[in-house]
């Protein structure tokens, strides 16, 4: 018989995490404290790159001022440096320095549900560097809720202003004060997601660590994300609301808000990396089926490595080897949608199921990703993953999750099976 579990939140200990180098000191299963965050301020600072978390996802952070830690990022990132990136603020006021004019809409989103996942794209203001907007004439601004990633925020401004005030009292050989050179835009913290252009966005930090590993210079952990898809984007630059991409806050709460309806996204719209096709995708091949095409394809494929994730409603109809069962609300599908989706690539299943969810407004963003991750390009390389030590350890009826084959998330474990059960 299959085996399935359903999904629980909290991710166990890692046992790869708890031998830390120096460098990786920040990564424990315990959150960072006071003094980690202090000393993440201090190298965004210095020009570093530290990875943090948000309601929505981690964020790969560099200074948006400094045009070559933001060009460190995209390498460490291999994002084309076209692409704009995100510059997270942590106050509302900060929107009139980074952006050149704030339509009235925006303003009223702005006050309403930030720090929150929404990020706004208005025109940029004079000093916006080219490195955050891809050359663009506009910029992609956001608050985010979580309290770890407003404190690095904070502080991270707050050091900028301390040093601004200690140049601008120190005075040259001539004893004339220093000569303003063109205003650089502090504050602002530029933050793709923290995943290598194109893969799965991470929400636990050690998914951020087996991605990027030595590549950055501090990884702040806060837990898994609340509402682990990103941020919804709306483009205010022409005046009227577009939405470029779906996401963690509804399209329906923005035009309400906004008082107008939201628009989608034209021939001209602006480049947004997230939004083409074959994104958020994991390296085994992705195919959204509808529950009876599931069991059907298990029927056919016996001697495949198939895994399948499947809604709460469908359990007992699913016969994968390994199934993955999601919550049948789309909020909380979508806060565990990346981490399940990096679980069963590491499994080693050659094809991953995905039962369509339904097509509703409420599952627009779970959609989204699934649709873009079930893209068929060519497939990546693909390590050999886990799949033999999943089955061995499930057909001695073993707990492989107890096992510690699981690398930090609790959702699932192995089932052995040999095809699909008639309906
Ligand atoms: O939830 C989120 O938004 C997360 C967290 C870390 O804040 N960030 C995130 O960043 O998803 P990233 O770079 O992976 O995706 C940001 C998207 C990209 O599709 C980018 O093209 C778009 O935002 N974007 C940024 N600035 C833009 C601009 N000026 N115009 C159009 N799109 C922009
Ligand atoms: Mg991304």
Same mark, same amino acid.
């Given at each position: ?258 008082? /107008? /309806? ?162």
């Amino acid at each position: 018989m299959n085996e399935t579990t359903s999904p629980q939140s909290g991710p166990p200990p890692s046992e790869s995490l708890q031998s830390a180098s120096v460098r990786d000191a920040l990564i424990t299963d315990q959150p960072s404290d006071a003094a980690e965050v202090a000393r993440a301020a201090r190298l965004l600072h210095d020009g570093g790159l530290v990875a943090f978390p948000t309601e929505t996802v981690y964020g790969l952070g560099a200074d948006a001022g400094n045009a070559e830690a933001v060009a460190r990022l995209y390498k460490v990132k291999k994002r084309p440096d076209t692409h704009p990136v995100i510059v997270h603020l942590s106050d509302v006021e900060q929107l009139h320095d980074w952006a050149a004019e704030v339509p009235e809409g925006a303003l009223r989103l702005a006050e309403r549900f930030w720090p929150g996942p929404l990020t706004l794209v208005l025109k940029r203001a004079v000093g916006v560097p080219d490195a955050v907007t891809g050359g663009q004439a506009t910029v992609g601004l956001r608050i985010p809720s979580h309290p770890m990633a407003l404190a690095l925020l904070r502080q991270f401004r707050e050091a900028g202003s301390e040093n601004e005030a200690a140049a601008a009292s120190t005075f040259n050989q001539y004893g004339s004060p220093p000569v303003a050179s063109a205003p650089r835009l502090r504050g602002g913290i530029a933050a793709p997601s923290a995943n290598r252009y194109g893969r799965i966005s991470p929400t636990r930090a050690e998914h951020v660590r087996s991605d990027l590993g030595d590549d950055v210079d501090c990884i702040l952990n806060g837990g898994a994300c609340e509402v682990g898809i990103e941020s919804t984007i709306v483009d205010y630059s022409s005046g009227h609301p577009v939405l470029l991409r779906p996401g963690g806050l509804s399209a329906a709460r923005i035009a309400e808000v906004a008082g /107008e /309806e939201l628009l989608l996204p034209g021939d001209n719209a602006p480049r947004a990396p997230g939004s083409h096709a074959a994104h958020y995708a994991p390296r085994a091949r992705l195919k959204l089926l509808r529950r009876t095409d599931i069991i059907e394809y298990l029927a056919q494929h016996k001697g495949q490595r198939v895994a399948a994730l499947a809604l709460e409603v469908s359990v007992a109809r699913l016969a994968a080897q390994y199934t993955v069962v999601m919550p049948a609300v789309a909020a909380g599908y979508a806060r565990m949608l990346y981490a399940n989706l990096r679980h069963l690539d590491a499994s080693g299943a050659d094809m991953i199921l995905v039962e369509l969810p339904p097509d509703t407004p409420a599952w627009a963003p779970v959609l989204d990703r699934l649709r873009r991750a079930a893209h068929d390009e060519p497939l990546a390389p693909r390590e050999p993953g886990r799949w033999g030590q999943f089955k061995r350890k499930a057909a001695a009826g073993m707990d492989v999750e107890a096992e510690g084959v699981d690398s930090g998330n609790a959702v699932m474990q192995a089932a052995e099976g040999d095809g699909a059960e008639s309906l």
